[in-house]
């Protein structure tokens, strides 16, 4: 059974980074096939997918369009956990954080079938 | 932007109802590439159907989803407590980012 533990600050100062890690058991980070992502959920905005990194021979890292310049997926150092960075964070980041396991379908996109429990960040000073 | 909108935005039913929840996409999703989520208070989301219609591992015949192009509708029969919940759908069949809907609350009476 896959299960992810995530890890990270429940608060942070406005233009600080946030940094969050998710840890994988019952899986390898590695695995061809799958993508491992990060999505947030705010009452603002829903859920909304943040990025994905993946493996296929070598690392590969999508963002999503209006996070590219402030959220950095480095390519994992260890096979059993996975990370995110998002720079100059604001008010409006403020939202619960997601790593989940995704399983890509013909248009590169796909759905998530393990979800880690979320971590609830908040934004102030 | 694939946008998904989802309905009724709350229902309300007794124990041992059948619920139907519907999601429209506002462009058609190749593939049927459509999924829902359960989300109980205070939980992650849970994945109960992708392909539209396949149920995920460990979930009850209970739940069922149906649908195609841009309309998708998911089915919960006898309804139980254990089901209150928000429920999501998501689509990942187009080559534009991925996107949810705003959620449907299940309540009981």
Sequence with gaps: ??????????????SQ?????????????????????WIRQSPLRGLEWLARTYYRSRW???????????????????????SLQLKSVAPED????????????SSGRGYFDFWGPGTRVTVSS | ENVLTQSPGTLS????????LFCRASQSLRNNDLAWYQQRPGQAPRLLIHGASRRATGIPDRFSGSGSGTDF?????????????VYFCQQYGTSGPL???????????
């Design chain 1, 60 to 82: 590969y890292s999508e963002v999503a369009d209006p996070l590219i310049s402030r959220l950095i997926i480095n390519p994992p150092t260890s096979r059993s956990q996975f």
């Design chain 1, 17 to 37: 980074t946030l940094s969050l890690t998710c840890a994988i058991s019952g899986d390898s980070i590695s695995t061809q096939g799958v993508a491992w992502a």
């Design chain 2, 73 to 85: 509708s998911l089915s919960i029969r006898g309804l139980e407590a254990e089901d209150v919940a």
């Design chain 2, 99 to 109: 996107s949810f809907g705003g959620g449907t609350k299940v309540e009981i009476k």
């Design chain 1, 94 to 105: 403020s939202a619960i954080y997601y790593c989940a396991r995704e399983w890509p379908q």
């Design chain 2, 13 to 20: 039913l007794s124990p041992g109802e059948r619920a139907t």
């Design chain 1, 1 to 14: 059974q896959v299960q992810l533990q995530q890890s990270g600050p429940g608060l942070v100062k406005p």
